[in-house]
């Protein structure tokens, strides 16, 4: 069982800068391969970006790419996602999630099997 808290969400201005943080529970993280999320009200979770269990590999949603940088830090087990340049249209609920060990990053929610509760980010012009 892995459990995901997210936290560094709040209020910023257009073109100012956050840094999400997520830690998990339990002695697995290292081999999970992560993953955050984001849902606008009334609009569907979409994909913001992934990292594999060796940080090897990343993964970016072309809305957010060249702005946000996911990184994670095994020992820590924490994943964090930079975000910089935001845009009110980057304004959501962002959920962190985690995938089953030594899987290849996906940017389907449904290969996520643990999901953190979110954190709001709103961002204004």
């Known amino acids: 069982q892995v459990q995901l808290v997210e936290s560094g969400g709040g209020l910023v201005q257009a073109g100012g800068s956050l840094r999400l943080s997520c830690a998990a529970s339990g002695r697995t993280f290292s081999r999970l391969p992560m993953g955050w999320f984001r849902q606008a009200p009334g609009k569907e979770r979409e994909f913001v970006a992934a990292i594999s269990w060796t940080s090897s590999t990343t993964s970016y949603a072309d809305s957010v790419k060249g702005r946000f940088t996911i990184s994670r830090d095994n020992a820590k087990n924490t994943v964090y996602l930079q975000m910089n340049s935001l845009k009110p249209e980057d304004t959501a609920v962002y959920y962190c999630?985690?995938?089953?060990?030594?899987?290849?990053?996906?940017?389907?929610?449904?290969?996520?099997?643990?999901w953190g509760q979110g954190t709001q980010v709103t961002v204004s012009s």
């Open positions: 999630a985690a995938q089953n060990p030594f899987t290849v990053i996906s940017r389907m929610p449904s290969f996520y099997n643990y």
